[in-house]
């Protein structure tokens, strides 16, 4: 075995991106950063939902990793910095976390400003993302660039020629990488991501024979068993409401009335009324999105429960790459679901992550936050 000291920084990145992001790309995003903790990756990113979580767990899993084999004393927060507007920005507490500061120079308020279009409109909050931004890129003490930036983002940007509206705020972060010349992987453009894809299955091949890591069935299983904060079960949705498991089905419905593949058309199979009420809304009517449709019903055993359709897909795709869950209506839609029924027994299946495209480390995270003192299951079938 090659003698490797995983203590020595080899290179800076900035692993950024946003928000919404499917499945695919959250386990790409995860399996990079692990490869670059064990390369000498030194990161930063910004702790906000999505890329930037992907990203950041991916370091943990890797330090938590070489923690547990003896290849580095303890886990500490050396080779990785995550930057947050104001404290507790997404639940981070900078005091538990160690990587986690809200300390923003001024210098990095100075350089948002030229940057940004309309800095004198924005609002203190706004402001201080943008200036979070800046340290992603530049070094907070030496102002230096990273010497890359990993991203996910809609548009697939990589320069400055390509950075539209489509690009999100993330284009802030990666205009100022364009201006100082830092190299761009964006793993939302098709190109980059099939380069990075053969370039991580690679990399774990050497990694796995050299020291026995198994960053891909780490990622996979982190990923997957990300928690809701409720109870898990194994086995079908259904037959666990069917046999007084729950009162509360909940799953995700797209706004065209189509049950015809998955969790739905189980449902439409079992409980046709979960179709009828939803056909009584209007086909392809984006102002559904994020309200519920809900049909009531007894199981063959006598036990009654309600089914509710959240409408948190506006679209269909086959492509396993494209996330076609709008995660602010899935959001909205829980929301209305802990109102009206934060009192029942509420479950659901692994909910927009499957023929929807989410990434369920996303929404495990969502579920976890909306039904905290919810009496609420997931069924993993």
Known sequence: M???????????????????????????????????????????????????????????????????????????ARFFESIIPWSNFNHRDTYKTPWVTSDIPDW?????????????????GVKRLMARNTLQILDRNTQKPVDRVICYTEDGASSLEEITSRTGGTGQALRLACQHGVP??????????????????????IWKEAYGIDLMQITESAYWDSPTGGKVVTGDAIAHCENGGSNVLVH??????SFGRGFALSLYRRYPQSFVVDSATVKGDKSKLGTLSVANVISPQ????????????????????????????????????????????????????????????????????????????????
């Open 2 to 76: 090659v003698k490797y000291d995983f203590q020595v920084e080899r290179f800076k990145y900035a692993g950024i991106g946003a928000r919404s992001i499917g499945g695919l790309h959250t386990l790409i995003l995860m399996r990079l950063a692990f490869i670059f903790r064990l390369e000498g990756g030194s990161g930063r990113s910004g702790s906000a939902e999505g890329s930037d979580i992907a990203i950041e767990i991916g370091f943990y899993l890797a330090e938590y990793e070489l923690a547990r084999l003896g290849l580095i004393p303890r886990i500490d």
């Open 108 to 124: 990095a308020f100075e350089c948002a400003a030229q940057l940004h279009p309309a800095w004198d409109k924005l609002s203190q």
């Open 184 to 205: 761009i992987v964006n793993v939302g453009n098709s190109a980059h991501r099939a380069e990075i894809e053969s370039y991580i299955a690679e990399r774990a091949m």
């Open 252 to 257: 995700n419905a797209n706004i065209h009335n």
């Open 302 to 381: 006598g036990n009654p429960f309600s089914i509710i359709n959240i409408y948190g897909q506006p679209f269909m795709n086959a492509d396993p790459g494209v996330c076609c869950l709008d995660y602010a209506a899935l959001q909205k839609g829980l929301d209305e679901v802990k109102l009206r029924y934060g009192s029942d027994s509420i479950a659901y299946p692994m909910i927009g992550s499957g023929l929807a495209g989410g990434s369920w480390l996303t929404i495990s995270r969502m579920l976890r936050k909306t039904f905290e003192g919810v009496d609420h299951t997931l069924c993993r079938f």
